[in-house]
């Protein structure tokens, strides 16, 4: 058998002789068919096969070796002598898996078997490739395609398990997402991984959840990783915003959603994400305003609209709930704006001006137990001369309520003037005054007869200026020795208030007679 190729020829009188040729007389070129051997091409052919292989057994030697880039590079060498061997793509395909370059072993996988549909180690690269990119159903195709053409392959049947494994974990977990149940995605998300590793759906999934959870840092290390591979991965984009939007840099948010959109602008989430971040933005601004202008009415309401927005975004939720508070207290509502500061503090614990307007709130309602707890939580926190102070205010007045409260005694405020002092003793004194409960039970009797002695108490430090001041300042009033709650004599206080005859009463007092005993008469 022959076969024929082209080849040039020059037609003149001789090649090799130049001067036979008239001046400027050029020679001619033609192509004619030169047959060739088959053997000839045979014996090429054999040579590409045989510098194949040897470019293989180099490839060979550099992956057992380890050096999976210098047998990627001999196996393409081989591919390229060789091009219809499908043992080359396999050998590079799993070269590439081990440079955990998936997609790019998928496809070497996939030519290997189109050259020999019954090269079974083909068909496992195939499935372990369509598994680590996360592709569980194409796996099992091409697991069980080994099965039929060696079912007692104990690779393939265990790859076979790991897929049912992977598709019974992206079912719990979309059915942890719709409920909302994000730690139980994430720990479904993490076992998928494991099976398949470089799946960047089930990555940004978790990566999601992470988000929702809070775990901002986290999420944003898994979208950082997808972004470094391919930086027009609109899910990846699309995460990387939710984490600025969640931490409350909304304006830094939008634009990554905005360019999630550039890159695919049917994603649902991005657009939704988008619009919600401006209107959380809007609303939360138009509050801030109107409560500057002191419409503390109109401003709870819109802080009120702006937390209905979006549920999951914990830190600017915060901060929301912490603002509604002020509105609140300058509402003269205190125990919403305590029960918003709490709120707040729920969704973020280190959040310092909650539980500083929170430990305010519980001074101007003589919560002061729950004040300092606050007071200590921020100076554990920031240690600095202003929360030193607040804290230190805090213990005094707690300090302070533990002892008699003489003000609420006598039924007055903190701030009576020595006339009311005077006028709530006169009235106390003869409300509780023993005699006028002398026909009362014993125990009324002896109930009244305390509250007699407090007022006393009561009225003795707070009609003189020296006393009420080391009162008013927190000491204990026994520290110099010049009162002592337990030696006032109330009655002694009451006869020199009431100068003996006053006001129509008259009082015996004579020796025998006691605290109990006295004679008390209305006029």
């Known amino acids: 058998m022959k076969t024929f190729f082209k080849r040039r020829l020059v037609l003149g009188n001789d090649v090799t002789t130049p001067s036979s040729f008239p001046e400027g007389k050029k020679m001619a070129a033609v192509d004619i068919d030169v047959p060739v051997d088959a053997e000839s ?148 998300m993490d076992r998928a991984l494991a099976l398949a590793s470089a799946c960047h759906r089930f990555k940004i999934l978790k990566a999601e959840c992470l988000a929702l959870l809070g775990r901002y840092p986290e999420a944003q290390s898994v979208a950082s990783d997808i972004l470094r591979m391919d930086s027009t991965n609109a899910d990846a984009l699309y995460v990387r915003g939710l984490c600025l939007y969640y931490e409350d840099c909304i304006d830094k948010a939008v634009q990554f959603f905005v360019q999630a959109l550039r890159m695919a602008p049917d994603h649902e989430k991005a657009r939704l994400a988008c619009r919600n971040a401006k209107a959380l933005k809007a609303k939360k601004e138009e509050g801030n305003l109107t409560f500057k202008n002191n419409s503390y009415e109109a401003a709870y309401r819109l802080y009120s609209e702006a937390l209905r927005i979006d549920p999951n975004n914990i830190k600017t939720n915060a901060k929301l709930y912490c603002n509604r508070a002020a509105a609140g207290a300058k509402m003269n509502k205190p125990d919403q704006a305590i029960e918003d500061c709490t709120s707040a503090i729920k969704l973020d614990d280190t959040y310092t001006k909650a539980y500083l307007r929170r430990a305010q709130c519980f001074m101007n309602t003589e919560q002061y137990e729950e004040a300092v707890r606050d007071y200590e939580k921020v100076y554990q926190a920031e240690k600095t001369s202003d929360h030193k102070h607040l804290l230190k205010t805090a213990k005094l007045e707690l300090k302070k309520s533990k002892r008699k409260d003489y003000y609420k005694v006598l039924g007055v405020g903190k701030n009576a003037t020595d006339d009311e002092i005077k006028k709530a003793y006169r009235k106390r004194a003869l409300l509780h005054h023993p005699d006028r409960h002398s026909a009362a039970t014993p125990e009324v009797q002896k109930e009244e007869e305390k509250k007699f002695k407090e007022v006393g108490e009561a009225f003795t430090v707070l009609s003189d200026p020296k006393k009420k001041t080391r009162y008013d300042n927190g000491h204990d009033l026994g520290d110099d020795g010049t009162f002592d709650g337990g030696d006032v004599d109330a009655n002694n206080i009451f006869r020199a208030f009431f100068g003996g005859h006053a006001g129509g009463f008259t009082f015996d007092s004579s020796a025998d007679s006691g605290p109990g005993n006295m004679f008390f008469q209305f006029g």
């Not at 997609?103 to 598994?131: N, P, Y």
């Not at 194409?138 to 393939?156: G, T, W, Y």
């Open 41 to 188: 091409q045979l014996h090429n052919a054999g040579d590409l096969e045989r510098q194949a292989e040897g470019f293989k057994e180099q490839g060979n030697v550099f992956y057992s070796k380890k050096d999976y880039s210098e047998a990627f590079n001999y196996y393409s060498k081989a591919i390229d002598a060789c091009p219809k061997n499908a043992s080359y793509y396999g050998n590079r395909a799993a070269t590439l898996m081990m440079l955990c370059r998936f997609r790019e072993a998928l496809e070497d996988s996939q030519q290997a078997v189109r050259l020999d549909d019954c090269f079974m180690k083909g068909h496992l690269r195939e499935g372990k490739c369509h598994l680590s990119l996360g592709n569980a159903m194409a796996a099992a195709r091409c697991f069980q395609k080994v099965l039929d053409l060696e079912p007692s392959n104990r690779e393939a049947q265990q790859e076979n398990k790991n897929a049912e494994t992977l598709l019974e974990f992206e079912r719990l977990a979309d059915f942890g997402f719709e409920k909302r149940d994000f730690r139980k995605v994430v720990y479904c």
